[in-house]
């Protein structure tokens, strides 16, 4: 089945600054979404992204299907922004999710 | 819209026993997945329901199993619990007939604790 790996695993920013996160997948997929997941584990959708480029406020995201990547943009960040970041890969099986990256955001 | 509920939220249990866990997708969505997260394990896909039949399988033990009603609401079930199945369980539901192009929405999940 499809492997999916991000990175980085931990990341630690000041408030205001931009990071971005990888995911890298080892198949071609047919849907691939990223989630945010809040400290009381709820699983928010962030986006919906299988191909091409999407943003939403101060989050975008980039999916090169061809070269089997993803990339999730935050600029600006802001302390509620911390959590833990999924992406997940769905080819020829169920959803697949990566080990997600633990974003910290520091006031 | 109401989004995905889980019930309970929160649920201890002791080795041995058995356990039920309730989702009720978005209105309208047909497709149900379940899936279990550990610190070690990451999120692991259960089973996937649609149109009350069990559409896709995870690599689980018999233990787990599941269905789901005519009003697209589903349960799964642990038997015989073990110290291992201590968990958040999620449930997820979606729109599309074919499970594989749509946005999955999870609900909050249920965090089970067996001691």
């Known amino acids: 089945g499809i492997q999916v790996e991000q990175s980085p695993p931990d990341l630690i920013l000041q408030e205001g600054a931009n990071s971005t996160l990888r995911c890298n997948f080892s198949?071609?997929?047919?849907?691939l979404q990223w989630f945010h997941q809040n400290p009381w584990g709820q699983l928010i959708n962030l986006f919906y992204?299988?191909?091409g480029t999407k943003q939403n406020g101060r989050l975008s995201a980039t999916t090169v299907a061809t070269e089997r990547y993803s990339l999730l943009y935050i600029s600006s960040s802001q302390t509620t922004d911390s959590g833990v970041y999924f992406c997940?890969?769905?080819?020829?099986?169920?959803?697949?999710f990566g080990k997600g990256t633990r974003l910290s955001v520091i006031a | 819209k109401a989004g995905v509920t889980q019930t309970p939220r929160y649920l201890i249990k002791t080795r041995g026993q058995q356990v039920t866990l309730s989702c009720s997708p978005i209105?309208?969505?047909?497709?149900v997945s379940w899936y279990q997260q550990t610190p070690g394990q990451g999120l692991q896909f259960l089973f996937e329901?649609?149109?009350?039949?069990?559409?896709n399988k995870g690599n689980f033990p018999g233990r787990f199993s599941g269905r789901q009603f005519s009003n697209s609401r589903s349960e799964m079930n642990v038997s015989t619990l073990e110290l291992g199945d201590s968990a958040l369980y999620l449930c997820?539901?979606?729109?599309?007939?074919?499970?594989?192009?749509?946005?999955?929405?999870f609900g909050p999940g249920t965090r089970l604790t067996v001691l």
């Open positions: 997820a539901s979606s729109l599309d007939p074919s499970g594989i192009t749509d946005t999955q929405y």
């Open positions: 992204i299988p191909s």
């Open positions: 209105s309208g969505h047909r497709s």
């Open positions: 198949d071609s997929v047919n849907n």
């Open positions: 329901y649609f149109s009350e039949t069990q559409r």
């Open positions: 997940a890969a769905l080819g020829n099986t169920p959803l697949v």
